[in-house]
């Protein structure tokens, strides 16, 4: 099955540097690359997502880009924001599956 | 509903004792999912609702766990003699369900589990 590595576990930053967290994934079949954002005491929520056949996408101050032929994908965050402080977690999912497989996230500290 | 809701938001049970924590997903959603997130971990799969097809309980991690749907909406995830390793957030999902691959998971805010 599809296998996710996300990486750092912890990334600690200070207000208005730039931030980037790095997965993985092992099924070169997946297609489908979803980011979560999960603040204290809230569940997970996608905060950007791109598709396979897109290599960069942006959303103001967030970006993901994909490497397919590497199998890895990224998040970018420039100009931190302490409310930037949250757990990000990556995935990985195909046509004909309807489970993602997740990375074992990513803690973000913005310090002001 | 406007989001996924979850009951009770926390828990806190003695050993061996039964826990049923409920999931009233996002109308029209037909597929529901359950994780488990344990403290400094990732998120743990557990079991799939899609529609009226069997579940998918490849992630459940014994047969204490178990889950049920109901008229395609609402779940209970239930934990049978529960132990202390059972102490996590269970957090609910729901989508479309896409098959295509595109599917957008919602979440809710989770139920706190605590076993003492």
């Known amino acids: 099955g599809e296998n996710v590595e996300q990486h750092p576990s912890t990334l600690s930053v200070q207000e208005g540097d730039s931030a980037v967290i790095k997965c993985t994934y092992s099924d070169s079949a997946s297609n489908y690359f979803p980011w979560y954002k999960q603040e204290l005491g809230k569940g997970p929520q996608l905060i950007i997502d791109?598709?396979?056949?897109?290599g960069e996408k942006k959303d103001q101050r967030i970006a993901v880009t994909l490497n397919k032929t590497a199998k890895h994908f990224s998040l970018h965050i420039t100009e931190t924001q302490p409310e930037d402080s949250a757990v990000y977690f990556c995935a990985a999912s195909k046509g004909g599956s309807y489970i993602p497989t997740f990375g074992r996230g990513t803690s973000l500290i913005v310090h002001p | 509903g406007a989001g996924v809701s979850q009951s009770p938001s926390n828990k806190v049970t003695e050993k061996g004792k039964d826990v049923e924590l409920r999931c009233d997903p996002i109308s029209g959603h037909t597929a529901l999912y359950w994780y488990r997130q344990s403290l400094g971990q990732g998120l743990e799969f557990l079991i799939y609702f899609q529609g009226n097809s069997a579940p998918d309980k490849s992630g459940l991690p014994s047969d204490r766990f178990s889950a049920e749907r109901t008229g395609g909406s609402v779940s209970t995830l239930t934990i049978q003699r529960t132990q202390q390793e059972d102490s996590a957030v269970y957090l609910c999902?729901?989508?479309?369900?896409?098959?295509?691959?595109?599917?957008?998971?919602?979440f809710g805010a989770g139920s706190r589990l605590t076993v003492l």
């Open positions: 999902a729901s989508s479309f369900g896409s098959w295509a691959g595109a599917n957008v998971l919602t």
């Open positions: 791109i598709r396979s056949n897109v």
